[in-house]
């Protein structure tokens, strides 16, 4: 309908909408399969899961996060595809610790006013991260809805499915003293201690050329989150993988005790690698204390192996240089499960 | 950590977060059946899919979407247990047109500071309507993200993820002119409508008892999205589904067109129907044109089932008084494809 309807003076344009849809089937097809039989559009996405039925035992692994405020950062510097890349690629890790496979993802964007443009580049980041993952794009939402969110804001929320078989299952439950720690670098911020960091900086710093960094602040601030599915294929195609921990909000301290059997923790020596100049700025600007930037941020490592010691060379040689010993499994009774020496 | 850490003083209280994750475990488990193998807490959510194996041809149908701006009456009223039951069975609905029944659902709860108590009862009231929906509440996030979203406001996103048989899929394909149309009632506005409604009521009438109503006004606004999926259990055991329309944003005229083949088009009676009083109150307060309110509102049909002539009356002995003869399918050239009579 041309004339404003009621409806769009009540602060919804369906019309905006429907075009955005519009322009984003190009990009949302591109990750379909032959499993895909169905997909935007339609109330639900269709995925034809007939290969579980060659399965042993087919367990299905899910997962739902947001970006958090590294949306805050993108929206600042209109770098809205990398946050497509981000949301896709943190639950591909979320679920591959595990040891899913991805199969499909749904996205769900909400703003006070949906921007085209914005929206049809986060999909297209969306887009890729699932083609790179081989994962299909099945489904999706956007909300406008003014006053929820605050002006020029909006949230980026992801749903990840992915598939395992029951026995590949990777859930720690072998880790035991002795095992060693592979650390897997990350490639930024990924998508956690943004809170925090735009405390520190404010948008008018984020154009700023940091000596540094060797790039503006802002380019480094959102470089998207990696996906760590390659590596996981490598190893475990090497190596017994026990356990994965994916370095998210809460860092070191929270993260790998969620792996961690009764009776285990961990040392990790942070002298075993350099941590990169973003993170060493912010402890420097925000004159953070170390054991709290270990706490918040990756400091990059994103992703945590633990494999048998024996098989920490091969692990090693299978990450073909992507992956570093950053400490190992301790008997543990009391105290600090996760050491930081 | 008791001490206010530099992340806290960001806005982002960790504390905060874990009370809240501890508490909803109790709802969380009250969903699981033995198919869980590891729910919220860990990274991903486990489903074991066994039963695939012994299927003809599985598919998985996925949906994501939010409640809307129903957030903002319901926190008016810290009427949050709704909102629970809302997303769910809004999700529910949406797969189950096209055939399937629910396996597993996944939340995202978003606010500028998390109110444990409001967060719990969300999570009690999603708990509750997947229990009903013989459906695992297998994982979720919380986000607080100060500055993205207004104060006092929240989001709150769902995903479900069900089952069908291949050649059980319900898409509408079948559907020929003489098919007859059945309106399920719906419980009130569902989850659509409500920017136009908060437009024409201000938080401040929320308490008003209403004579039209029987109650106050905000108790109607609020009742819950209810689930069709007693309606499609009894419907499926007794006629041909030929298709299934959900009636949400975009009332009739954007909903029932997703499932009708080409050359075809519907008309719908409006006179088959009482329309409920809430609805008779907005468009008399907002003095909104009638064809505005059935694209906005579902005006008191939640669900319309398309069937073959023949099979009417089967059909709605099936609903045993929940359901009536709406409209028929037509041919259709040009024009509006969903007439309103």
Known sequence: MAKESAYTAAGVNIEAKNQIIAEMGAAVRSTYGPEVLHGHGSFGGL?????L????????????DGVGTKTMVAAALGSYETLGWDIVNHCVNDILVQGAEPLFFLDYVAAPALDPQAIVAIVRGIAGACRAAGCALL???TAEMPQVYAPGQMDLVGTIV???????IIDGAGIAPGDVLIGLPSSGLHTNGFSLVRRLFPPESFGRYTELLGRPLGQALVEPHRSYLPHFRALRGAVRIKGMAHITGG????????????????????????????FQLIQQVGQVEAEEMYHVFNMGIGMVVVVAPQEAEAALAALEGEGRIIGQVVPWSTGERVLLE
Do not use: C, H
């Open 162 to 168: 992915g598939l395992v078989e029951r026995e590949a």
């Open 251 to 278: 860092g070191f301290r929270d993260n790998i005790p969620r792996i961690l059997p009764a009776g285990t923790g961990v040392v990790i020596r942070r002298q075993t690698w350099e941590v990169p100049p973003l």
């Open 139 to 141: 489904g999706g939402e």
């Open 47 to 51: 995925y034809d899961a007939g290969r």
């Open 53 to 64: 039925k060659g399965m042993r035992g087919p367990v299905l692994v899910a997962s739902t």
